[in-house]
């Protein structure tokens, strides 16, 4: 079928009046302005009558936001060659500080792909404020969208400084090098404590007897994190006290390889090395630990290392 096409060539002109007009003015200069009826409401965008009644309304205008208020939204994933955006964006009835009536406008939340699903942070109550073209001409689009207020920054963050092991993290540290888990015994509660650290907890008594355990553990507890962490492979991410068998305390670890929401305790896991061209004496050697596949310890058999 051939497509139809209604269109005013040159575009349609018209007269907008004294209140439209005063709007549109201001939106050039990069303000918004609304107007008062009788009843002393303000009407933003302005219009020559009272929607409530049909009365004129004054000669009053009053300068409204910049600050704005999301009253709701329409997220559109899938933007449309005649939308403002490439890309994903809202489309919202935003009521700025100030006026008693709410504007259409488009709503930039940020950088999304398309098909992308609505952040987090959009939502009703969001405050927002508008965005102008560098070049206005008096319309409406001069606002190019409305964006949420800054409330959040990441301010770079980064401390160096050099760690001296100790003697028996210095040997721990050899062992990973190596690929092997050290710990030491408890002379006394003959606990193996790994990482050796030279000292039970416990007794506080020195200890010096080496003990290799295996890199086959079981999740004691845990914390799913959903902050990014770079040694994270995504997030979120689960970050768990995992109890080497060999081992009488537990070592805190990255579990991967499983989603975050399927993590639980007794999960039997093991120790995914990097390849062994890239190790060092650093505990990083053990990207992190994967389900192993085996059946779950019983919690009776772990609630004692919790």
């Not at 009407?43 to 009272?50: A, C, K, S, V, W």
Request: net charge negative; with cysteine.
């Amino acid at each position: 079928m051939p497509n139809h096409i209604l269109e005013f060539p040159g575009g349609y002109t018209r007269s907008v009046g004294p209140v439209i007009g005063r709007f549109l003015s201001e939106l050039r200069d990069g303000r918004m302005v609304g107007v008062k009826t009788a009843e002393g409401r303000v009407i933003f965008p302005p219009t020559e009558y009272d929607p409530a009644n049909g009365h004129a309304v004054t000669e009053e205008f009053v300068e409204v936001g910049p600050l704005a208020t999301v009253e709701s939204y329409a997220w559109v994933g899938e933007p449309l060659p005649s939308h403002p955006f490439d890309r994903p964006f809202a489309w919202a009835l935003v009521k700025p500080d100030g006026a008693d009536t709410a504007i259409l406008h488009a709503l930039d939340v940020g950088e999304y792909e398309r098909g992308a699903k609505p952040p987090k942070r959009l939502k009703v109550g969001l405050r927002v404020r508008p965005e102008y073209k560098d070049e206005r001409v008096g319309d409406i689009s001069d606002i190019k969208a409305f964006r949420p207020e800054v409330t959040m920054i990441t301010a770079p963050n980064r401390l160096e400084f050099d760690l001296k092991p100790g003697k028996a993290l210095d040997r721990f540290l050899e062992g990973i090098a190596d690929g092997k888990l050290l710990g030491h015994r408890c002379p006394v509660c003959a606990k193996v404590i790994v990482p050796m650290k030279g000292l039970c907890p416990k007794d506080g008594v020195p200890t010096s007897e080496e003990v290799e355990v295996s890199d086959v553990g079981t999740v004691t507890t845990f914390a799913v994190n959903n902050l990014p962490d770079p040694r994270a492979p995504e997030v979120p991410f689960v970050s768990a006290y995992i109890l080497l068998d060999g081992a009488d305390l537990p070592m805190l670890a990255l579990v991967a390889g499983i989603p975050a929401d399927q993590v639980r305790m007794g999960m039997r896991v093991k120790a995914a090395w990097k390849p062994r061209e890239e190790w060092g004496r650093t505990i990083t050697n053990i990207r992190w630990f994967e389900p192993t596949g085996e059946a779950d310890l019983p919690f009776e058999q772990i609630e004692r290392y919790l």
